[in-house]
């Protein structure tokens, strides 16, 4: 029976070791590699309970150093292994539990307790092997250094109980059956009114259940840590999700306040301009009435009133009012009939679905799509006719641009007809844009989720 729990241990710090070893270089979590260096040490000692192991390390010190000495020093190095693995344990606990970031002064101070012990004990087991008294370094380790551990150990249960998350549990649970296990092994070997046979069968088992309980907080450490890297990467994203939203906000807010200062100069310089030319004409016209003349102040005069009717066009579609006193249906109906009355192509407009209520900011992208898409449609598309509709039925709005003209080409390159513009207008209100091309002409869709506009 101690036979078969001795090789359950075996392998089951073997596979441990993989695990930790393989978990730590793809995490790089701190815990693993601890626990990966204490599964190695807890092995060596494990392996040292067979007599067949401990006696011929044995012989083979014997035999360097001499009988006594020989005795001495694996004597010492038993115990102080199990020093080894005892710091390496407790290390790696407080890293599991996460006692780094939740319990920093706790975790710096047994930190340094253990550290502190860990060279101590070396101390004593130089002084002890030169002393040749492998007996006075037991007495310690007993009434030393297992006093100051269990202290600890109770300590960590308390703070874990209060400072870690929900895999604290499948670890305390683990770590408190290998402490009993571990102090039963302790007192069997040392008290002999016990009349306990084989009482390391108990640090086995005892380490048997550590690991089949660690594995289950494995397991969730893992889950949290992995759930944690998704919160960070998940904010990093977003964090650069905002960042090209507020840089395309402000690139079209500074592209209106340039279109709006344009049609400023166009209304106010320009358009002055036109009208006190006009007026000069009247009054050359009144005074100056030649026949040969007439004709030619007439033509000049219609000229100028086409101007400008064209300068309020443009000044009007560089920065129309209409959006910010009527809305975006009525801006966009309006601007329909003002391309036809204008160029002589039908430009009809529906609506459908729920009233719009957007923020001006959104409103004027979507009047800009359909402006940019219209233009196109009347420089390049050679269409008789042209739609424009909007269907909303919250959160969703759809607008489509349709024409029967033979369509026109979009790229983002330099070529055919700038993408650009448009493009940049879709992704700041994270909408879908599909152009279609049909028989009877060609078809421009945008699809837009009102719950996925950022924030302007």
Known sequence: MEMFVWNMSISFQLLFIIVSGVIFLYLREKSFKY???????????????????YYGF?????????????????????????????????????????????????????????KFLAYLFFGFAVLCFAMK???????????????????????????????????????????????CCALMALAGTFIPSLHSKDPIKFFFVGNILETIF?????????????????????????????QQISKLHG????????????????????AGDLSAIKFNLAYLRLNNQLPENENVLHEVTKIIDKACIQIREISHNLSPSSITNFGLIAALENYCMKIENIYGIPVAFKFAGERIDLSSVIETHIYRIVQELVNNIIKHAEAGNALVEVIHHHPYITVTVRDDGKGFVMT????????????????????????????????????????NIPET
């Open 35 to 53: 626990y990966g260096l204490y599964n190695i040490f807890l092995i060596i000692y494990v392996l040292s309970r067979s007599d067949d192991i």
């Open 412 to 451: 983002k390159n330099g070529k055919g007809i700038g993408l650009g513009n448009i493009d940049s207008r879709i992704r700041f209100m994270n909408a879908k844009f599909t152009k279609l091309s049909t028989e009877t002409g060609s078809v421009f869709r945008i699809d837009i989720n009102l719950n």
């Open 251 to 270: 690139l079209l807010e500074g592209e209106e306040k340039e279109r709006k200062r344009m049609a400023e100069e166009l209304h106010d310089g320009i």
């Open 214 to 242: 660690f594995s289950l907080g494995l397991a969730h450490k893992v889950k949290l840590i992995n759930d944690e890297r998704n919160r960070v990467n998940f904010t990093v994203t977003k964090h650069r999700h905002q």
């Open 133 to 179: 008294n492998s007996d006075l370094f037991t007495t310690l380790y007993i009434y030393l250094f297992i006093p100051v551990m269990l202290v600890i150990f109770v300590l960590t249960l308390i703070k874990a109980i209060h400072r870690s998350g929900k895999h604290k549990f499948f670890f305390l649970i683990g770590v408190s059956l290998f402490v």
């Open 58 to 114: 044995q012989g083979l010190m014997i035999r360097l150093l001499g009988h006594t000495d020989g005795i001495v020093f694996v004597q010492i190095l038993n115990f102080f292994i199990q020093i080894v693995f005892y710091s390496f344990y407790s290390v790696f606990a407080f890293y599991f539990l996460d006692f780094e970031k939740n319990a920093k002064k706790y975790f710096k101070r047994s930190l340094w307790v253990i």
